[in-house]
Nanobody, 116 residues
Framework: QVTLVESGGGLVQPGGSLRLSCAAS????????MGWYCQAPGKQRELVAR???????YYADSVKGRFSISRDNAKNTMYLQMNSLKPEDAAVYYCNTAPVPIERYWGQGTQVTVSS
């Protein structure tokens, strides 16, 4: 049984920062490439950033230079540092394996709202 629990979302003003966390139970975390996905209302879920087991990273163009993904394999936790947030970053953020997510691993996500 694998459970992914996202946290750290909230309401922030444009230009602000948030740090999201993804806590994983089960044995998948340290061996897999993991990613952060976002889904805005009326849009498909899309990959924002991913990180390999060894720490190599990839970012979508829309967040390059503003977001930073990291992981702590010892704690089975992944993070997404979000800086210089824009209204268009508002979405529900999820973690899962990447670049291909495993459907049964989707959690509840964490809501990010960017508004003044």
């Amino acid at each position: 049984q694998v459970t992914l629990v996202e946290s750290g979302g909230g309401l922030v003003q444009p230009g602000g920062s948030l740090r999201l966390s993804c806590a994983a139970s089960g044995s998948i975390f340290s061996a897999y490439t993991m990613g952060w996905y976002c889904q805005a209302p009326g849009k498909q879920r899309e990959l924002v950033a991913r990180i390999t087991a060894g720490g190599s990273t990839y970012y979508a163009d829309s967040v390059k230079g503003r977001f930073s993904i990291s992981r702590d394999n010892a704690k089975n936790t992944m993070y997404l540092q979000m800086n210089s947030l824009k209204p268009e970053d508002a979405a529900v953020y999820y973690c899962n394996t990447a670049p291909v997510p495993i459907e049964r691993y989707w959690g509840q996500g964490t809501q990010v709202t960017v508004s003044s």
